[in-house]
Nanobody
Framework: QVRLVESGGGLVQPGGSLRLSCAAS????????MGWYRQAPGKQREMVAL???????NYADSVKGRFTISRDNAKNTVYLQMNSLKPEDTAVYYC????????WGQGTQVTVSS
């Protein structure tokens, strides 16, 4: 059974950091491009980071220089290191396969507020 489980979210002050994890099961994430997405209240889901099978990555302009996507193939897990967080980063964060997503996980809530 294909499953994605996101974790690591929480409440953080502006300027703080969080590290999100996405544990995949039922398929091997290392052989597929994987993306981190976020959805803020009242907004559409958007991709913020993408990691290719070869390890290269792309980022949305809004997070470039602050977020870093990585993967641990042995753990079948993808990470998102988020630094210098801003209130506008507040959203539910999800991961999924790119470009053909599997069943979405429950996401993990990130709230940036003082």
């Amino acid at each position: 059974q294909v499953r994605l489980v996101e974790s690591g979210g929480g409440l953080v002050q502006p300027g703080g950091s969080l590290r999100l994890s996405c544990a995949a099961s039922g398929f091997i994430s290392s052989i597929k491009p994987m993306g981190w997405y976020r959805q803020a209240p009242g907004k559409q889901r958007e991709m913020v980071a993408l990691i290719f099978t070869g390890g290269g990555s792309n980022y949305a302009d809004s997070v470039k220089g602050r977020f870093t996507i990585s993967r641990d193939n042995a753990k079948n897990t993808v990470y998102l290191q988020m630094n210098s967080l801003k209130p506008e980063d507040t959203a539910v964060y999800y991961c999924n396969v790119v470009p053909s997503p599997v069943t979405w996980g429950q996401g993990t809530q990130v709230t940036v507020s003082s």
